[in-house]
């Protein structure tokens, strides 16, 4: 697997663990419990699991460097990053763009697929 995939395993098998603990640790999860109550047990699990790896894809999807303005193209200027939240099938879930704004003519931008992916998903 290449290195980044690995540092992105490495990452998810932290929050699955930390995710799991938390189940484990609380004392409503015993033997005695009943199916519902294990259902929902479960199911806080996988739901934390499932955004925590949206916002992992996602986190990644959005790293890309921008060089020039689309409009004129004069030089970018990184103005930090912005953070929107996103309502996903997997939970909520935040994305955080670079934002820039151009030295020449002052249009302010996202990333041009930053942008798409998010105009696509209708979000
Ligand atoms: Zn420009």
Redesign the pocket.
Request: charged share 20%; proline share 0%.
């Given at each position: 697997m290449p290195p980044e995939k690995e540092d992105l395993k490495a990452k998810l098998l932290a929050q699955a663990e930390i995710a799991i603990e938390a189940m484990l640790k609380d004392p409503k999860v015993n033997p005695q419990m009943s199916l519902s109550e294990m259902e929902q047990a479960v199911g806080v699990v996988s739901t934390n699991l499932e955004r925590q790896m949206m916002q992992e894809l996602v986190a990644r999807s959005q790293a890309e460097s921008v060089k020039v303005?689309a409009?004129?193209?004069?030089k970018l200027r990184n103005k930090g990053k912005r953070r929107k939240i996103v309502e996903s099938v997997r939970g909520e879930i935040e994305v955080e763009r670079s934002y820039y704004t151009?030295v020449?003519?002052?249009?302010s931008s996202f990333p041009p697929r930053s942008a798409t992916w998010l105009k696509r998903d209708g979000l």
């Open positions: 303005c409009r004129c193209g004069g151009c020449e003519c002052g249009t």
